[in-house]
Each structure stands twice: as C-alpha cells, then as structure tokens.
C-alpha cells in the first residue's frame, strides 16, 4: 500500500488549501479513506473520515471548515480545508487500512501564519 500526500504549504490566518493523496496497493472503492494531524509536541490526531460510501466524520475542532472528498476513479481522497487558523498547523496524514494493518502516507506540513 503507497498513500502520496501532497498540497500542503506555508499560508495565512483565514486562508484554505486543498490537501490530496493518491493511493495504491489497496482496494480503494471499499476502503474508509483519513486524514490525521500531528502538531510539533502534541499526538497524532484525527482530523476526517470518509467510507466507501461517502459517510464522513470531523473532529470537532475541524467541523464546518474541513471537507473531505473522494474519486473513487482516480484512487484520491482530498481535503478541502477553509478559514485555516495558526491552531491547524501540522503535518497531515493520509491513512487506511487493510488486513487490520494500518498505513500511512509520507505527511504534508501545512504551517498557518497569524
């Protein structure tokens, strides 16, 4: 399984970005596509979900500004990230599953500057 992480970058207090992962080696139609953050200091943490139904889940702190999409056709799974804070500054992962084992991709650091 290969998840390639990329659109992360340096932006400011307000700002969006749009983060994608391409996957490969694993059954992507069936499989519950994440993304994860992790802050200098801190675990990593969830940040969004979406099945192979499109049911999506947010962590709270994320809710009505975070979106995460899929291309069921393209292997992709997006996240569309609006009025960023200084608070979203991490290195965001990709994340799946297969035979229980899980994987990740290489992370993207998105910095948010007030």
């Known amino acids: 399984v290969q998840l390639q992480a990329s659109g992360g970058g340096l932006v400011q207090a307000g700002d969006s970005l749009r983060l994608s992962c391409k996957a490969s080696?694993?059954?992507?139609?069936?499989?519950?596509m994440g993304w994860y953050r992790q802050a200098p200091g801190n675990q990593r943490e969830l940040v969004a979900t979406?099945?192979?139904?499109?049911?999506?889940n947010y962590a709270d702190s994320v809710k009505g500004r975070f979106s995460i999409s899929r291309d069921n056709i393209r292997n992709m799974v997006y996240l569309q990230m609006n009025s960023l804070k200084p608070e979203d500054t991490a290195v965001y992962y990709c994340?799946?599953?297969?035979?229980?084992?899980?994987?990740w991709g290489q992370g993207t650091l998105v910095t948010v500057s007030s």
């Open positions: 994340h799946t599953t297969r035979g229980g084992d899980n994987f």
């Open positions: 080696g694993v059954n992507f139609r069936v499989n519950t």
């Open positions: 979406i099945t192979s139904g499109h049911s999506t």
